[in-house]
T-cell receptor
Framework: GESVGLHLPTLSVQEGDNSIINCAYSNSASDYFIWYKQESGKGPQFIID?????DKRQGQRVTVLLNKTVKHLSLQIAATQPGDSAVYFCAENIGSGAGSYQLTFGKGTKLSVIP | DGGITQSPKYLFRKEGQNVTLSCEQNLNHDAMYWYRQDPGQGLRLIYYSQIVNDFQKGDIAEGYSVSREKKESFPLTVTSAQKNPTAFYLCASSSGDTQYFGPGTRLTVL
């Protein structure tokens, strides 16, 4: 089965509020994680990534937190906007060797922003 | 989508036909990937290529074939042996860990 999963399949938030999307992973050897955003009918768009030697990384309005103790990854979106409505999914790379760039993907969480 | 193009956007296939999906990238990435996405499921890896003239099977390679004759191109052929080909197909490329995706091709079997 998949080693990457999500706690909630759907999330509805009010415009302007902060959103938190969670992801659990089971492979303690994973050393690299990515969050993607996918709008309906489009390809996934890279949002932010984090390596296992970090706990937190910030981008523009987004923050990724990594808790290796409980194998948990979260994506925080500040001041959520209608354009943030999409499916978000995480991916992990177990880093099994040089040139091993295969990712394992979670099923995704659908974020709906209420105007 | 940044430098990765897929064509066509929509593709319809009759049962028993082979069809080829195009993927081109101008990012000078060495590695390219093909994924299949079905509703409610995560992306599943079909084939990947880390260098020209070399490729490996992913988790669900049966019924698919690929070639990598040029660095920029990684076409995927869906053969008649693929029993349930209706899906959204995504191509990606990378120069390291981070994979960047194309806009996808939606294939429907009539």
């Amino acid at each position: 089965g998949e080693s990457v999963g999500l706690h909630l399949p759907t999330l509805s938030v009010q415009e302007g509020d902060n959103s938190i999307i969670n992801c659990a992973y089971s492979n303690s050897a994973s050393d690299y994680f990515i969050w993607y955003k996918q709008e309906s009918g489009k390809g996934p768009q890279f949002i932010i990534d984090i390596r296992s030697n970090m706990d937190k990384r910030q981008g523009q309005r987004v923050t990724v937190l990594l808790n290796k103790t409980v194998k948990h990854l979260s994506l925080q979106i500040a001041a959520t906007q209608p354009g943030d409505s999409a499916v978000y999914f995480c991916a992990e790379n177990i880093g099994s060797g040089a040139g091993s760039y295969q990712l394992t993907f979670g099923k995704g969480t659908k974020l709906s922003v209420i105007p | 989508d940044g430098g990765i193009t897929q064509s066509p956007k929509y593709l319809f296939r009759k049962e028993g036909q082979n069809v080829t999906l195009s993927c081109e990238q101008n990012l000078n990435h060495d590695a390219m990937y093909w994924y299949r996405q079905d509703p409610g499921q995560g992306l599943r890896l079909i084939y990947y290529s880390q260098i020209v003239n070399d490729f490996q099977k992913g988790d669900i390679a049966e019924g698919y074939s690929v070639s990598r004759e040029k660095k920029e191109s990684f076409p995927l052929t869906v053969t008649s042996a693929q029993k349930n080909p209706t899906a959204f197909y995504l191509c990606a490329s990378s120069s390291g860990d981070t994979q960047y995706f194309g806009p996808g091709t939606r294939l429907t079997v009539l």
